[in-house]
């Protein structure tokens, strides 16, 4: 089974800050690791992921997210926040087993303050 | 990339009334595409897998009478929701994962909007 805990339900930034967003997984397999962004009354947008290659993975719009296996985490980061990233934000788990479908965080809404 | 199209944005449909939602996979063909479900401010929850030329696989808690999946090809996969309820309205996306072991990803729809009035 797999799972994924996203810590922070609202997190908020000034413009201009740095964006950390929490991602801790659980996998018996090793895991596929994504991060997706919603904004509102849209679908999913991949920002970037992990398919056990280099841990460091670079994304879209400035994110990167580092895999690391000893914390089974895989936070989501950007140097320097922009209004437009304002949006809901969702870690998910697969695997290269099984029937693949993902499993996803909680989610977490980020704010950008002006 | 790979594109996945799902048709209505939204919809909005009578109480008792059946609607179906369609997710095509428009440049690969999927044998498998997976519905989700997602409730206002809450995360995606996995409804069913959707195989192609085979009957759907439901997760626990949801009614496989009420939620009718149709695989007819490799790249059209559709769900109705029969005998719709206000308590049915929610956001439904679709998606489709790749095929290729090294660069497995699910690609998404856009999501439709039901709303049961």
């Known amino acids: 089974a797999q799972s994924v805990t996203q810590l922070g339900s609202h997190v908020s930034v000034s413009e201009g800050a740095l964006v950390l967003l929490r991602c801790n997984y659980s996998?018996?397999?090793?895991?596929?690791l994504f991060w997706y962004v919603q904004y509102p009354n849209q679908g999913l947008q991949l920002l970037l992921k992990?398919?056990?290659?280099?841990?460091l993975v670079k994304g879209i719009n400035g994110f990167e997210a580092e895999f690391k296996k000893s914390e089974t985490s895989f936070h989501l980061t950007k140097p320097s926040a922009h209004m437009s990233d304002a949006a809901e934000y969702f870690c998910?788990?697969?695997?290269?087993?099984?029937?693949?479908?993902?499993?996803f965080g909680s989610g977490t809404r980020l704010q950008v303050q002006p | 990339g790979a594109v996945v199209s799902q048709h209505p944005s939204r919809v909005i449909c009578k109480s008792g009334t059946s609607v179906k939602i369609e997710c095509r996979s428009l440049?690969?063909?999927?044998?498998?595409m997976f519905w989700y479900r997602q409730f206002p401010k809450q995360s995606l929850m996995l409804m069913a897998t959707?195989?192609?030329?085979?009957?759907?696989?439901?997760e626990q808690g949801v009614e496989k009478d009420k939620f009718l999946i149709n695989h007819a090809s490799l790249t059209l996969s559709t769900l109705t929701v029969t005998s719709a309820h206000p308590e049915d309205s929610s956001f439904y996306i679709c998606?489709?994962?790749?095929?290729?072991?090294?660069?497995?990803?699910?690609?998404f729809g856009q999501g439709t909007r039901l709303t049961v009035v």
């Open positions: 996998s018996s397999v090793p895991p596929y």
């Open positions: 992990y398919t056990s290659a280099a841990t």
């Open positions: 998606s489709a994962p790749s095929m290729g072991r090294v660069n497995t990803e699910a690609f």
């Open positions: 998910a788990v697969t695997s290269d087993t099984g029937r693949r479908a993902l499993t």
């Open positions: 959707s195989n192609e030329g085979s009957k759907a696989t439901y």
């Open positions: 440049d690969f063909q999927a044998t498998t």
